[in-house]
């Protein structure tokens, strides 16, 4: 099967040493996680994984179900580009001195929605959000002014055709209610039940 780019989502408790469980998965199937961002979720107490591969989807498929299979993750599900609104994030700091000089940078901030988050008079960052090829063709056009340092957020996804997490659990709780409560007759008569 041919590979592609698959954003897997991953609904977790939020438990210690999650993180290093399911990169070790990934690791063990030698599969190199192009971007991962952790977040909490709609859900209290929920956290939200956001993991970028590119695979065949038979991989993909078979990881998710081995992913479920950690006791802390309630949810794998995994998604092409068209399945979902994306966004990655990127700030820039360029010499403040070009941006007063030449009109044509402030112009290419513009035109990539660029925000100005501090200006000092040394240098001046500038924070996007977009697709990847919006964030690598940003790059290079401030490389040429003499771009100081970049760095790019992992990838943040929403499912496009997805009612929340918070209605599948809902869906859940309707469909497996928990047991009710049954009080033990024994517990007040500790010492007639147990003896030797």
Known sequence: MEKQEYTITLYTENSIGMIGRI??????RKINVESLNTSPSEVE???RFTILINESED??????????KQVEVLKAYYNTDEELIWQEQALYKVPTEIIAEKASVERL???????????????TVFETAGHR??????????????????VRGARIAIIKDSAGFHTKIKQF???????EIVENEYLDQQ???FTM
């Open 173 to 179: 709780e309707r469909e497996e209610p928990a047991p």
């Open 45 to 47: 107490g929920i956290h």
């Open 23 to 28: 990169s070790g998965i990934f690791s063990r």
């Open 109 to 123: 901030l513009r035109e990539y929605g660029a925000s100005a988050v501090v200006i000092r008079h040394d240098y």
């Open 59 to 68: 991989v993909v498929r078979k990881l998710c179900r081995q992913i479920e």
């Open 191 to 193: 010492e007639k039940v």
């Open 133 to 150: 090829e919006e964030i690598d063709r940003l790059t290079a056009a401030l490389g040429e002014y003499g771009l100081i340092e970049f």
